[in-house]
């Protein structure tokens, strides 16, 4: 007689998800204010075998910077939100950049960006010890930053530089982690052919967080990929 509690398929589950960080996760120039990727990423991740339903908690604020994301990750409501996520998927960093370009808007030189590239590691790496303080056991996602400036000055290379050498020292620091992934994204705004940008040419449009969750979910949609992140 055939076991009827043997089975091959994976019982699905539901996927609590913390999303945090700047207004990448907030959704600012999202045309439905539902968060930007989020409703795009929950959609994909849904059609999974291995997931019941997704639960998105957002924690996006508008202009954070990295060392006001640490401050925040100190708040009872999102530390308890941390305590109990599968996943933790970050945005982060754009703000650092953009606060040296302010500050040194009359004599830019990449010295500056490279010297405000030691404190954004410090600060990175204390963010991703604070998740893992509060949650040992969730995976942790950090998305990559764009240059929101290609529209405007394609032709200055140096701020292709930054970006790459900033993503890059995340890549680098979050893979000394266990049950995390950088995921990039500054190659889909790199495409001059399509408008990716909402009115302000600065945050994502519509389609712009369509392919950022799309991207995501290319990182994710391995069922043991995933299990390795969440279990």
């Given at each position: ?57 957002n924690f996006g ?68 010890k604070t998740i ?100």
């Amino acid at each position: 007689m055939k076991d009827l509690n043997v089975t091959n398929k994976p019982v699905p589950k539901d996927l609590t998800i913390v999303s945090v960080g700047d207004s990448l996760t907030q959704g600012i120039g999202d045309s439905t204010n539902k968060g930007g990727y989020i409703p795009y990423l929950a959609k994909d991740l849904e059609t999974m075998r291995m997931i019941k339903k997704v639960n998105f908690q957002n924690f996006g604020v508008r202009g954070n910077r990295t060392d006001q994301l640490l401050k925040r990750l100190q708040q009872k409501e999102l530390g308890a939100s941390i305590s109990k996520a599968d996943l933790v998927i970050i945005t982060i960093g754009g703000n650092d950049i953009m606060k040296v370009f302010k500050d040194n808007f009359s004599e830019l030189e990449m010295s500056k960006f490279n010297q405000a590239l030691i404190g954004y590691k410090q600060r990175l790496n204390n963010i991703i010890k604070t998740i893992r303080k509060k949650n040992p056991h969730a995976g942790i996602v950090l998305i990559g930053l764009y240059n929101p400036f290609i529209k405007w000055f394609s032709d200055i290379k140096e701020v292709d530089e930054i970006i790459y050498e900033w993503n890059n020292t995340s890549k680098q620091l979050i893979n000394n982690y266990k049950k995390t992934i950088f995921v990039p994204v500054a190659d889909i705004f790199a495409n001059q052919e399509e408008n990716l940008l909402y009115s302000d040419n600065f945050h994502p449009n519509d389609h712009g967080y369509e392919l950022i969750a799309k991207r995501i979910y290319s990182f994710l949609n391995n069922e043991r990929k995933l299990k390795n992140l969440i279990e």
